[in-house]
């Protein structure tokens, strides 16, 4: 970290990065307690990550005080502009992806009782895994400044739709084999879409940790390959 002549601007951009720290790893906490509380039917714990987003949603805001300050105070030039405008979009995305764990959570509350077979639940927490190790990735990616990295994670999405929409097929299955189905299926195909709405936002923070380092977007488009294309249950799944 090259050091400013004002100690107290290093201060400001410390403080940032270990709050974006934080944020990290609350909202990889909360997508695991609410994944566990979905294959274990824990009530409990679904409760304990819809709670924690509270945490989250103050972080990204005190993320965004100190940015806007240090902006108004410092006025940054270059690479530190880019970190600050960086911490910030990073904070956005780690608080959506907090807002998609609580979302899942709440379908495990939702349930009440009425659980699929343990067969269909693992193929969301094994869409789950793959997510949890690309958000795992791309915070290393911004802490420890990796373009290559970066660019790995980036290239990870395919894999995260090509199970989704394996995973989609499959529980549609379901609900065509057995009406009885429907209701359990419905809440998983939900808690399937906003894991992989969560592999997206990982995707978003690949791209802002490369913009931090290079100060470029990244080259071509991201990968993508979902091909499930059920708009109105994309649209509910992701509010």
Known sequence: MTEHTVRSYDTDL?????????????AEKMLSEAMQALLKRDLILAQTAIVADRRL????????DKAVLTITK???????????VAAMRLASDIERIGDLAKNIAKRVVAMNGEYPPLKVVFGAVNLSTLVLAQLKDVLDAYAQRSVE?????????????ALYTSLFRELLTYMMEDPRNITFCTHLLFCAKNIERIGDHATNIAETAYYLVTGE?????????????????????DS
């Open 14 to 26: 410390v403080e940032l990065r270990q709050r974006i720290a934080e944020m990290g790893g609350l």
């Open 74 to 84: 410092r006025q940054p030039v270059a690479s530190d502009l880019r970190e600050i």
């Open 57 to 64: 949603d103050l972080l990204q805001r005190e993320v965004e």
């Open 149 to 161: 990295l970066s660019l790995e994670v980036w290239k990870r999405d395919d894999e995260v739709d």
């Open 217 to 237: 977007a990244l080259p071509g488009e991201r990968p993508k390959i979902d091909t499930t294309a059920i708009s109105p249950l994309h649209a509910a799944a």
